[in-house]
């Protein structure tokens, strides 16, 4: 059974980058059933989808955050990252990593989400 | 950019039947998701592909799609429904995954 966990500082500075690690267990992150996604909730808001991969590195990432976002994969270390870049107080949220069972299908299976607060 | 359209709030008494709607521009032509959220938790996936449910949810749990609208049906609400509701499509057009604003479930 497949499980995710993120990883990564709860605190960024304004104007820095927020790097998040997510951590599979249970399966490969080099299978070509699923894709890797990030998921935002800002508090007390609703779900924000930031982007997915596939194991080749092919990306699909939210137009809204597109220029900030990159999202990359290290099968040597059953992990996959998320980076946004020039942050401030509106990406303050729980960032959730998720998977779905194949392209176009819905996230089945998900961290238990890491709060990442944006305060100098 | 694609958009659901989902309703703030319902309200529904134990027992009773809620549904939850979930409106995009042709959104019976799409997959819909539908997720669970409880307070302080994860999502849960509780619909797949439109109707299927994953293994572990319960059978009270429905979903249907037709024309512009699709919609989310918990037969026999009991009090451990009460959470928000979230719709999602990936739309194959642009290649993105769209939510629904969410919908919070009280039952009274």
């Known amino acids: 059974q497949l499980q995710l966990q993120e990883s990564g500082p709860g605190l960024v500075k304004p104007s820095e980058t927020l790097s998040l690690t997510c951590t599979v267990s249970?399966?490969?992150?080099?299978?070509?059933?699923?894709?890797w996604g990030w998921i935002r909730q800002p508090p007390g808001k609703g779900l924000e989808w930031i982007g997915s991969?596939?194991?080749?590195?092919?990306?699909y990432y939210n137009p809204s955050l597109k220029s900030r976002v990159t999202i990359s994969i290290d099968t040597s270390k059953n992990q996959f990252s998320l980076r946004l870049s020039s942050v401030t107080a509106a990406d303050t949220a729980v960032y959730y990593c998720?998977?779905?069972?194949?392209?176009?299908?819905?996230?089945?299976?998900w961290g238990q989400g890491t709060l990442v607060t944006v305060s100098s | 950019s694609y958009v659901l359209t989902q309703p703030p709030s319902v309200s529904v008494a134990p027992g009773k039947t809620a549904r939850i709607t979930c409106g995009g521009d042709?959104?019976?032509?799409?997959?819909v998701y539908w997720y669970q959220q409880k307070p302080g938790q994860a999502p849960v996936l509780v619909i797949s592909?439109?109707?299927d449910r994953p293994s572990g949810i319960p059978e009270r749990f429905s979903g249907s799609n037709s024309g512009n609208t699709a919609t989310l049906t918990i037969s026999r609400v009991e009090a451990g429904d009460e959470a928000d509701y979230y719709c999602?499509?990936?739309?194959?057009?642009?290649?993105?995954?769209?939510f629904g604003g969410g919908t919070k479930l009280t039952v009274l």
């Open positions: 998720a998977t779905c069972s194949g392209y176009g299908s819905g996230f089945d299976i």
């Open positions: 249970g399966g490969s992150i080099s299978s070509r059933t699923y894709y």
């Open positions: 991969i596939y194991y080749s590195g092919s990306t």
């Open positions: 042709n959104i019976g032509t799409k997959s």
């Open positions: 592909y439109d109707t």
């Open positions: 999602q499509v990936w739309d194959s057009s642009s290649d993105h995954v769209v």
